[in-house]
């Protein structure tokens, strides 16, 4: 119990092995996770979360990483999340980290960490509102999530944060009207990075008409801020976008139904992942999956019965 | 009982309208939707399943059309399921089924579908593949897997299938080295589309080397073909290219250990959302949800003991 105690006071003063140690405990699933988060749960509130999310190619590691240094510049600690769960089994994220840490590594004021799914068990979205718990309760002011792609589970991520910002492109083709169909509704800012490339007035223009569409139960007319992340051009205007929402949010009459609404989001994630783990924990379960998964391999057996068996 | 199998016999014999309704009744996980699954899943196992993914922007509908196009020239009945996750609430599905069936949905040989997320109780990639079941056990010869984006999902998603597909666009930027390291272990065979663009052979030489950096534990070596969907060029050599993959893995050794961890994995999505369900629909469970959520948003409470409390 000493031990415990002394380890969350660590987390709680900022110490970053003891940090990087909690996240590790949170990914893993580990059996002191809960009563971790249990201790840092009401410690937060503190710092602000902003979920940064986008297409493939979109740059968006450039420009969180120049956000990042805007607000250091202002003597501000920053904590980093990349969720990046088009990796499942090998380097992508750490190839990620060792790049990253090049520019901001050296600078204590910036925590750094990559999350990639842990194979078919999931769990991702989980451990990653927990780990932002958790440098929110050690101390940093902004806490930036960064999701590569557009699925689902990304998109339920990036709308737990206090501040949702969409990373679009001039020109991105095809799919573009799709994309801003389904994102629309969880940018609270937008931003429209490489703003030096072709065709930035059209998909400016395309972007103000489909925002102009639908009117959001909240009132908040997103602003659209152009970046040119790679010369730090257009940062300090998306920091300022930023804090506007956050400041029309604190005042929102919707504000509580939000909270509510990823409050709910969180218990449903968490649910599930324990109702799996205590049923795969019973004996020989592990084993009786293995020969279901191979008799519906073999198609001697469906799923749902499969399942029903293991119900039982 | 018998309005049950009068419904599987019409399913079986490719009737659209009983087709679109066995969908729509995994998608609603509806009551019975189990004991239909059950029938059509020892059915299954005669069309050729290709999943195809990519980043948005890299035109995938259109190769997808133009794919089923050739299908339909060789007199093959095509199934297409377009898994849309990135639009949790509004009509990007819908906006998409409507541009397509302008060039596809005439043809009665030509089945269209979209799915998208069904708020956050989950189950869309387990609706997919058993949407996929009952395109199969209709007689399409061809059901092609289109998803959007590069999240957790539809990485799943695509794995299911007999080949999956990965489509690059030549110049994707910052994040392709990231983004072909997570898809690399994915891809059984890559489709540079506009190939037309500069850059096509910079791309080419990329994913080249980083194919040749992984040995794939069955030995393929994934082909890259190079289209312009729009041109409709280069569509029968990705054709060819799918052909081959299937005919190389119905060869391999590893194989069977592939339909194995498919398998798992369905039964596992199966049964995830099953415990939710089945915890989720005792007495009170709802208002019972209602009230934790509401607490942990006043942050009165954390999500892990909430989470305790409706395991009790």
Known sequence: MMGGSEFIEKILAGDTRSVARAISKVEDGAEDAASLMKEIFPRTGRALVIGITGAPGAGKSTLVDKLALHYRSRQERVGIIAVDPSSPFTGGAILGDRIRMQTLGLDSGVFIRSMATRGNLGGLARATVDAVAILDAAGFDKVIVETVG??????????????????????????????????????????????????????????????????????????????????????????????????????????????????????????????????????????????????VAAKSRDPYSAVEEIMK
């Not at 929402?245 to 218990?267: D, G, H, K, P, V």
């Open 150 to 295: 557009v699925g689902q589970d990304e998109v339920e991520i990036v709308k737990t944060a206090d501040v949702s910002v969409v990373v679009l492109v001039p020109g991105m083709g095809d799919d573009i009207q799709a994309i801003k169909a389904g994102i629309m509704e969880i940018g609270d800012c937008f931003v429209i990075n490489k703003a030096d490339r072709d065709g930035v007035l059209r998909t400016e223009k395309e972007l103000e008409a489909l925002l102009s569409l639908a009117t959001r139960p909240d009132g908040w007319h997103p602003p659209i801020v152009k970046t040119i992340a790679t010369d730090n051009k257009g940062i300090e205007d998306l920091s300022a976008a930023i804090e506007s929402y956050r400041e029309f949010q604190q005042t929102a009459a919707t504000s509580l139904e939000r909270r509510e609404a990823i409050a709910r989001w969180r218990i449903l994630e968490l649910l599930r992942e324990r109702l799996l783990a205590q049923t795969l924990n019973r004996d020989s379960a592990s084993d009786k999956l293995n020969r279901l998964a191979a008799e």
